[in-house]
């Protein structure tokens, strides 16, 4: 069956640090997102990318943030300057569609310590 | 999206009936009712969705009350692989927005 990866599984940086988070997402999906999850806390959206734009994105994905769908695979998330409070698990999903085809597929997650 | 609500926690015993409560009375004609979970140290995953009348599919059955303002979804037979977070969410049909999770039930199953 098909699956959403992520790459790294795990990521430690120092403050102040840019990442680069990896996602392959389902290869027939159009819509991409980011998540996070603050450990102990709710699943929080971060952006959703379609047509090679950004379609949403919450007040989390300031302009430290940015996403890229380099190839026809890879989905990045970056983030240019890393703050401690961005250690979190980091997860990207994708969709087919819309309506019947909009379910969204989570991959395992990237969690991300920064120090 | 609207809001739901759901308990913070609940037990079953393996291999008995689960039912996870979902309260959304604010709930739009457009809104449809999805349910995911989130097994630990995992990503979320879809269990399953509807709009008015209730639901099957080899994870679960979703019984959707007449009103729609509350549903359930049922677990026929708890495995121990079944303890995680379940996340009622409502959508917009026809949308490809975000998730917005709440913090779901914890569902704890009993050997």
């Known amino acids: 069956e098909p699956e959403v990866t992520q790459t790294p599984s795990h990521q430690v940086t120092q403050m102040g640090q840019e990442v680069i988070l990896r996602c392959v997402p389902i290869?027939?999906?159009?819509?991409f997102y980011w998540y996070r999850q603050i450990l102990g806390q709710k699943v929080e959206f971060l952006v959703s990318?379609?047509?090679?734009?950004?379609?949403?994105k919450s007040e989390i994905f300031d302009d430290q943030f940015s996403v890229e769908r380099p190839d026809g695979s890879n989905f990045t998330l970056k983030i240019r300057s890393t703050k401690l409070e961005d250690s979190a698990m980091y997860f990207c999903a994708s969709s087919e569609g819309e309506g019947v085809r909009e379910t969204q597929y989570f991959g395992p997650g990237t969690r991300l310590l920064v120090l | 999206d609207a809001k739901t609500t759901q308990p913070n926690s609940m037990e079953s015993n393996e291999e008995e009936p689960v039912h996870l409560p979902c309260n959304h009375s604010t709930i739009s004609g457009t809104d449809y009712i999805h349910w995911y979970r989130q097994l630990p140290s995992q990503g979320p995953e879809y269990v399953i969705h509807?709009?008015?009348s209730n639901v099957n599919n080899r994870m679960a059955s979703l019984a959707i009350a007449e009103d729609r303002k509350s549903s359930t979804l049922i677990l026929h037979r708890a495995t121990l692989r079944d303890a995680a977070v379940y996340y009622c969410i409502l959508r917009v049909r026809g949308s490809a927005r975000q998730l917005t999770f709440g913090s779901g039930t914890q569902l704890t199953v009993l050997p």
């Open positions: 509807g709009l008015t």
């Open positions: 290869s027939n999906h159009l819509y």
């Open positions: 990318f379609y047509n090679n734009e950004i379609s949403e």
